[in-house]
């Protein structure tokens, strides 16, 4: 009753501002895919039960929050993607982060190492250290970690197709530093699937790589149980061009496969899903969208895991997300605005109840960001933390009509996306079938003429701009030298290392990827073998090619 005078009244309002209700209409506003948005939202939009829909913070289904007190209890992780082009710099990098506030290291490979390949291999080269921290081998680790002890720190590494390799090396190293390995914490990337659509840093077949990805979570719920072997990607769907929707839709589509991977393998979702999370966009262009988009995510994969997969343990039930702002949506054009960019992204991520929040720099657009650029976007979250009073109540946004319409209707499109690719038959026949790349493809097309057309605006870009006689500017500079050292050192390495231990442990590797996939073939320990004699990243996916091949991208869909 009461809903129905209220549209009634809402009706006789619009009524009485005919003219300037329709001249705002006739403007137009619209959600990212196109929704048209009203002038005003009532509580008859937001179309929320608060007991089933919403509910209370820190309980089922975590819209308003995964903990009851939110930041009060614990403000948000201060991460950051960083890492020079050796391991000494980026040893000192990291002390001085840790030592600035204690954000914890979240560390950027080169591509050499993301594709399996050591710094003296001919792909290698002019590549080594451009894109991040070169890593050959144990040795490497050691170095970064130098003067820092693994069981204080979270260490976050950006690493999918060799993932198992660098968490071996985490795992020997933390056994030489006499860790407790069940207080160890970090993760790892590990999201393989997203690679194939959005990213492109595969090496192996689609099948074999699922298959490594299952092995690090069943070995991380036996011997990590503090560690997040998973950090599925949803942020690098619209670096490619996918709108929100697909972003959210991909990225849970992606989680879903893993888990019933796994569970396939009978390794209990309570004993690895906490250690699941989400890497997303926190994005400042429609800053209450991305709020909402934060709460319905917490809502949709908290009815999954408990509906679908079983999940008892609350902590399993919770989505965890680390936001991360920029890529794409930087600008080289005025690029001190990036600055206000960020800082809207971080308001939108603290806003959203998000767990961790990384915001990258004002010049990144332009190579590896500086120092002074890192600790100024670092400085933007202590900021936000200390002194705007955003920590001090639990999702402050929860109860405005618009922010629970947003949240519904964002629930509503990323439910019918997931069950139109399960109806394709799943994650993996929708990316053989070309079909999660032409939706991302149509949706960056329709952003570009928007941007083209002046629908969509972009400061500095398409309205506003400023010439400017600035000459270039110059952020850390890998010196080419370095690459010649790391060619060098890993030389060096195969030089004074046990040969006899390095070739029994990758013969082990081979016969251990030769069998069925299953708990009794996991690949976790032999390569951890392998890591501890100091074979290298290179040797060690050399011979998961020489079994498993390598995924041939297709040329049409």
């Known amino acids: 009753m009461y809903l129905e005078q209220l549209k ?6 619009k009524e009485r501002h005919r003219e300037e209700i329709s001249q705002a209409e006739a403007m137009g506003a619209a959600c990212e ?6 002038v005003l939202y009532t509580p008859a939009d937001a179309g929320a039960d608060y007991y089933t829909r919403i509910g209370f913070p820190g309980e089922f289904p975590f819209t308003r929050g995964n903990d009851a007190a939110g930041y009060r209890k614990k403000l948000w992780t201060i991460s950051h993607y960083a890492g020079f082009g050796s391991p000494s710099e980026t040893n000192v990098l990291f002390r001085k982060m840790i030592d600035h506030g204690g954000v914890p290291p979240y560390m950027a490979l080169d591509l050499p190492t993301q594709l399996g390949l050591d710094p003296d291999h001919p792909m290698a080269r002019g590549e080594v250290g451009m894109t991040g921290t070169s890593i ?19 260490v976050g590494t950006v690493i999918n197709a060799p993932a198992a390799v660098i968490l071996a090396m985490h795992v020997v190293l933390a056994e030489k530093q006499g860790a407790d390995l069940t207080k160890i914490r970090g993760n790892l990337q590990n999201d393989i699937l997203k690679e194939f659509t959005a990213r492109g840093n595969f090496i192996f077949p689609v099948g074999p790589s699922l298959r490594l990805v299952t092995d690090t979570l069943e070995y991380c719920a036996r011997h990590l149980p503090a560690y997040w072997p998973l950090n599925v990607c949803g942020g690098h769907f619209p670096e490619a061009g996918a709108n929100r929707v697909h972003e959210v839709a991909f990225a849970f589509a992606d989680a879903f496969t893993y888990i019933e991977d796994a569970l396939g393998r009978g390794v209990d979702i309570d004993g690895f899903g906490k250690g699941i999370f989400f890497l997303m966009k926190t994005n400042h262009t429609d800053l209450f969208e991305e ?6 995510m917490r809502k949709i994969w908290s009815s999954r895991l408990r509906d679908r997969y079983g999940a008892k343990d609350a902590e399993t039930m919770k989505c965890r997300i680390l936001g991360h702002s920029g890529g794409s949506l930087m600008t080289r054009e005025r690029p001190e605005l990036n600055i206000a960019r960020t800082t809207l992204a971080c308001l939108a991520g603290v806003l959203g109840g998000i767990q961790l929040i990384g915001l990258r720099t004002m010049d990144e657009v332009f190579g590896i960001p500086t120092e002074k650029a ?23 946004l929860g109860g405005s009509f618009y922010i629970e319409a947003l949240t519904v209707e964002f629930e509503k499109k990323v439910l019918e996306e997931i069950e139109r690719i399960e109806r394709m038959g799943g994650m993996v026949k929708a990316i053989e079938s070309g079909y999660v790349r032409r939706a991302i493809a149509q949706d960056a097309y329709q952003t570009q003429m928007a941007l083209e057309t002046g629908r969509k605006i972009k400061v500095g870009v398409n309205k506003y701009r400023i010439e400017e006689n600035e000459p270039p500017r110059r952020p850390y500079q890998y010196k080419p030298e370095e690459e010649q050292r790391q060619i060098e050192a890993v030389r060096q390495l195969r030089r004074e290392r046990d040969h006899a231990a390095v070739e029994r442990a990758l013969e082990r590797i081979r016969a251990t990827a030769r069998r069925p996939a299953g708990t009794d073939a996991n690949l976790m320990p032999p390569i951890i073998e392998a ?4 074979a290298t990243v290179g040797e060690i996916c050399g011979a998961l090619r020489e079994v498993f091949g390598e995924y041939a991208e297709p040329t049409t869909f």
């Not at 009634?8 to 309002?13: C, D, Q, S, V």
């Not at 895919?33 to 009203?38: I, N, R, S």
């Not at 680790?141 to 002890?149: A, P, S």
């Not at 890591?531 to 100091?534: I, L, M, Q």
């Open 8 to 13: 009634t009244a809402e009706e006789e309002w």
């Open 33 to 38: 895919d196109g929704t048209p948005l009203k």
């Open 136 to 154: 050959a081998s144990l040795r490497d680790w050691e170095t970064i970690f130098d003067g820092i002890k693994l069981e204080d720190t979270f």
């Open 291 to 296: 709020v909402a988009k934060f709460r319905a």
């Open 374 to 396: 890192e600790l100024i976007a670092i400085g933007t979250q202590h900021v936000a933390a200390h002194e705007t009073g955003l920590p001090d109540v639990v999702d402050p």
């Open 531 to 534: 890591v501890r004699a100091y």
